[in-house]
């Protein structure tokens, strides 16, 4: 039996979260679906050990609605994983949306019907749903690279990508544990398993630059104060660059040098990002201010490191890639993880993973370490590889994997031409995709979605679909600003850099949130000026 909805979202995380409670509130028949037993997204995958924001609390968080902000209180600066999941069934449970969300169901196929301007949407439960609007929340780090490695089957003990981690846990006493990557995820693992394992490898291939997290518990008198400050959060982060609290406070040239590096320890000090992305906006496009800034933090990561040997495996040299052109970890004393004597640094740069073997990992040059259990922090098919791994079908057959495999395109990163009716967010050629904290991004992109097809109903449209050259035009455009930048010169999964064959493009628009939210803001001025809203015959001869 075929079920018929307005809409459906896919996706139980923050931003599916929002959109089902946004449609609902429009008078919608509308239905949520997750692949999870329940709600979450990112927070309920990621329950790796030591997984917990970069983001402080208070401004990842809703900003819609004062009391749902000011009746949850977090514990501390950053909240870890468990924390971060009471949240959102706090959220799901305020709001009264679990009763329209149907969980352990993955989408499997969606296709578009021209002749209805609907699309039916096939499940791993059997389920067809008939929907006028397909709006797909699936994350922008969803698709785990967990077949990474040849051999991995034949590993004799625990393998497991972190986005996959047991809900049960694991018990590490005694273990010989291997962790490969050191980005943002497997550190968290690294600092936080190192005193807890016999023995520990940690197998890396790019060093990282790093930041440490200062993470004070919040008592009454703290929780306080940053609630107070609501509607300065409110109305300052979604116009920020990152859609922080904080925006680039200084300018380069009108600085001394020992101005600019009283700034840069003002902000290290700060035990944020904010040295990344609330001090010095030359650092995203002057090769030589970038060159000081990553001088800067490797001086302080090597102080820390002190032993050569270490610093030549962690911290990226000159020539490597400079700071802030990869995404940025804040960490706890992980640096000084490998000062313990139970701790490995093997650099496989030059050295790289072959294979993975019964006993262990296995190196180029034949050396194989042996343990018991590996934790694979390898990353992701970043953007766009969620949606892409659903067989979806719109106008004229195309299919959304094939024309991503070809180019990366999008418009505004929430429609792509060929495919009417289909909403997307944390998709790729928008801040969501990487340059943004998630929940003022993912706010923005869901109430626009809401607004979109508010004024589609109204007017009586049945479809709406980026123009060909609409899409031209945003694309454009989110390449020069892009081309403007240090981050498109790096490789790295922000431009595809990390998936064999994946189309090189700078997945994350990088003008930044606030320039982004105007310019969403114009379209709409515009009458929806990259997009054609049509009502179905028209449709039946476009």
Known sequence: MTKRLDALVVGAGVAGLYQLHQLRELGLNVEACDAASDVGGTWYWNRYPGAKFDSEGFIYQYLFDEKLYKDWTWSERFPSQPEIERWLHYVTDRLDLRKDITFDTAVTKATYNESTCRWTVETSKGDVID??????????????????????????GPIFHTARYPKEGMDYTGKRVGVIGTGATGIQVIQTIASQVDQLKVFVRTPQYVLPMTNPKLGPKEANAYKARFDAVAGNAPHTFCGFD???????ADLSPEERTAALEDAYQHGSLKLWLGVFAEMFFDEDVNAEVS???????????KDRKLIDVLVPQEGDYG???HRVPLESNYLEAYLRDNVEAVGVRNNPITEIVPEGVKLADGTVHEVDVIVMAVGFDAGSGALSRIDITGRDGMKLGEEWSKEIRTTLGMQKYGFPNLFMTGAPLAPSAALCNMTTCLQQQTEWITECIAELV????????????????????????????????TDSWYNGGNIEGKPKRLLSYAGGVGTYRQKCEEVVQEGYSLFRMSKLEESALA
């Open 246 to 252: 904080y925006d680039f406070s200084h300018v380069w």
């Open 131 to 156: 929907t006028r609007f397909f709006v797909s929340c699936t994350g922008m780090l969803s698709a785990p690279l967990e077949d990474r490695f040849p051999g991995q089957s034949s590993f004799k």
């Open 295 to 305: 001088s800067f933090v490797r001086a302080k990561m090597e102080a820390r490191l």
């Open 458 to 489: 109204k007017n009586g449209h049945d479809a709406i679909e980026p123009t060909l050259d609409g899409e031209d035009t945003w694309v454009r455009h989110h390449d020069e600003v892009a081309n403007a930048t240090l981050l498109s010169k």
């Open 323 to 325: 700071f802030g052109t």
